[in-house]
C-alpha cells in the first residue's frame, strides 16, 4: 500500500481502487478483532450463565445476523471507496455527521477503554506469575496502551500486516487450549452442564451482537479496500461471523473446564507460561489497534482539528486515564446497550442507499446537502431509543433486539421520505 495510505491521508477521501485487498484478506483482519479479552470474558459470562448448549446457540444465531447485517454495510463501503464517516456525513448532513460521529467515538472510546483496562489486568496477573516485579496494574495499562498508540499510528497498512502474522498464530494457540481443556473434561459432558440461568437466550443473542455491532456499522472502513461485492460477502461471513463463532466458543469451553473466567489464570493452570502471555497480547494487540483507528477516523469526521497521528495520541491517553478509572464491571449491560443504540445509524444509510438509490458520493454533492439531516438524525435517534425500550419492555418483533432496531429505523426513514418527497410534489 501507498506511503499516504499508511498513514490514513484518505479518511476523508476515495480509496485508490489500485490498493484494494482480497476479502479473505479484509475477514482475516475481523477475525483478529473478534479474538480479545473482552468477548472471552463475555463468552465465559454467558457459558456460565446459560450453559454451553444455549450459549453456543445464542452464539452461531448472533453470528449469522452480524453477517447478513453486515453485507450491506460492506457493499456501500466497497462501492463509495469511503469511510464509514463520510458515508453518514453525506447521509446526514455536515452537522448531523458530527452528532452521530460523536456518539460513535463515545462508544468506540469506551470499548478500547474497557480492552485496556483487560489487558493491562493480564500483564499485570501474568507479571505476577512469571517474574518478581511488583509494579501496579495500572502502570501495565499504561504501557499495554503505549504498544497500541503506536502501532495504530501507521494505520490500515500496520493493522493488515499485524493481523496477518498475528491470526494464524492465535488460532493455533486457542485450538490447542480448547483441544487440551477437552482432554480434562469431555465435550458431551459440558453440554449437560446446565447454567446459572441469570442470562436468557434474547440477552445472549443480544450481547454477541453488541460486542460486535459497532463493527458492522463501521465495516465500511475496512471493506473500502475490498475489490468486489464477492469480496464483501466472504469478509462479512469468515470475519464478522466466522470470528465471533471462533472468539465466543474458544472463550466458553476453557472457563466451564477450569472455573476460572480470568484468561490468563485459567492459561496458567494449563502450563501455557509465556505463551499464554503471549496469545492474549497478541488478541488484544491487534482489536484494540483497531478500536483506536476507528475512534480516531471518528474523532477527525466529528471535529477534523489536528492530524490523524495527533488525534490517535489524544484518543489513546484519554482512553487510558478511563480503562484506569475502570469501566469493565457492567460488560454484558454495555454489550446490550450498543446493541441496541447503534443499529439505526446503519438502518438510515442502507435506506438512503438501497432504498432510494443515492450513490452520488462526491464532493460536490456533499457541499449541496443541508447542513442538518433532521429527518435522518431524528430517525437514528428515535429508533435507538424505541429498541431499547421494547428491548427491556420484553417485548419484541424479531427476537432480536439489535435486528429489531436496525429494521425499525429502515422502515421509519423509508415513511418520512415518502411522506417528505409527496409533500414536496
Given amino acids: 500500500m501507498a506511503d499516504a495510505l499508511a498513514y490514513d491521508a484518505d479518511s476523508r477521501t476515495p480509496v485508490d481502487p489500485a490498493e484494494a485487498v482480497s476479502g479473505m484478506q479484509i475477514g482475516i483482519v475481523l477475525i483478529g478483532i473478534s479474538i480479545t479479552l473482552p468477548l472471552m470474558y463475555s463468552a465465559g459470562e454467558l457459558a456460565q450463565g446459560m450453559?454451553?448448549?444455549?450459549?453456543?446457540?445464542?452464539?452461531?444465531?448472533?453470528?449469522?445476523?452480524?453477517?447478513?447485517?453486515?453485507?450491506?454495510?460492506?457493499?456501500?463501503?466497497?462501492?463509495?471507496?469511503?469511510?464509514?464517516?463520510?458515508?453518514?456525513?453525506?447521509?446526514?448532513?455536515?452537522?448531523?455527521?458530527?452528532?452521530?460521529?460523536?456518539?460513535?467515538?463515545?462508544?468506540?472510546?469506551?470499548?478500547y477503554a474497557v480492552t485496556a483496562e483487560l489487558f493491562g489486568r493480564t500483564l499485570f496477573l501474568a507479571a505476577a506469575q512469571l517474574t518478581t516485579l511488583a509494579l501496579p496494574e495500572w502502570s501495565f495499562t499504561v504501557l499495554s496502551s503505549l504498544i497500541v498508540t503506536v502501532t495504530t499510528i501507521y494505520g490500515f497498512k500496520a493493522i493488515d500486516r499485524l493481523a496477518l502474522i498475528a491470526v494464524p498464530f492465535l488460532l493455533l494457540s486457542l485450538a490447542a487450549v480448547v483441544v487440551l481443556s477437552l482432554r480434562q473434561v469431555a465435550f458431551s459432558e459440558l453440554l449437560s452442564i446446565p447454567g446459572s440461568g441469570t442470562i436468557d437466550m434474547a440477552t445472549g443473542i443480544s450481547a454477541v451482537i453488541g460486542a460486535a455491532i459497532v463493527g458492522v456499522v463501521l465495516t465500511p472502513d475496512l471493506t473500502r479496500y475490498a475489490r468486489t461485492t464477492r469480496d464483501c460477502v466472504v469478509a462479512s461471513f469468515v470475519g464478522q461471523g466466522g470470528g465471533m463463532c471462533i472468539a465466543y466458543i474458544v472463550g466458553m469451553i476453557p472457563?466451564?473446564?477450569?472455573?476460572?473466567?480470568?484468561?490468563?489464570?485459567?492459561?496458567?493452570?494449563?502450563?501455557?507460561?509465556g505463551l499464554a502471555l503471549a496469545v492474549l497480547v497478541f488478541a488484544t494487540w491487534t482489536t484494540n489497534v483497531i478500536n483506536l483507528y476507528s475512534t480516531a477516523l471518528a474523532s477527525r469526521a466529528s471535529v477534523p482539528l489536528g492530524d490523524y497521528r495527533s488525534v490517535v495520541i489524544i484518543m489513546g491517553v484519554v482512553g487510558t486515564a478511563a480503562a484506569i478509572v475502570g469501566i469493565s464491571d457492567q460488560l454484558i449491560d454495555f454489550l446490550i446497550l450498543m446493541g441496541l443504540l447503534v443499529p439505526p445509524i446503519a438502518g438510515v444509510y442502507f435506506a438512503d442507499f438501497y432504498v432510494f438509490g443515492r450513490r452520488d458520493f462526491s464532493e460536490a454533492h456533499l457541499q449541496e446537502r443541508p447542513a442538518l439531516k433532521i429527518s435522518a438524525v431524528a430517525v437514528a435517534l428515535g429508533s435507538g431509543l424505541v429498541s431499547a425500550w421494547l428491548y427491556y419492555a420484553g417485548a419484541s418483533v424479531t427476537s432480536i433486539g439489535a435486528l429489531d432496531a436496525l429494521l425499525l429505523s429502515m422502515i421509519a426513514y423509508s415513511c418520512v421520505e415518502w411522506v417528505t418527497a409527496r409533500r414536496r410534489r
Fill in 51 to 111: 450453559g454451553l448448549r444455549s450459549a453456543m446457540t445464542a452464539t452461531f444465531l448472533g453470528a449469522i445476523a452480524l453477517s447478513l447485517m453486515s453485507i450491506p454495510a460492506a457493499i456501500v463501503g466497497a462501492r463509495t471507496r469511503l469511510s464509514s464517516y463520510m458515508i453518514i456525513e453525506h447521509t446526514f448532513g455536515y452537522a448531523g455527521a458530527k452528532f452521530v460521529n460523536f456518539g460513535f467515538g463515545v462508544f468506540l472510546l469506551g470499548w
Fill in 255 to 273: 472457563v466451564l473446564v477450569w472455573g476460572e473466567l480470568e484468561p490468563m489464570t485459567y492459561m496458567m493452570l494449563m502450563g501455557f507460561g
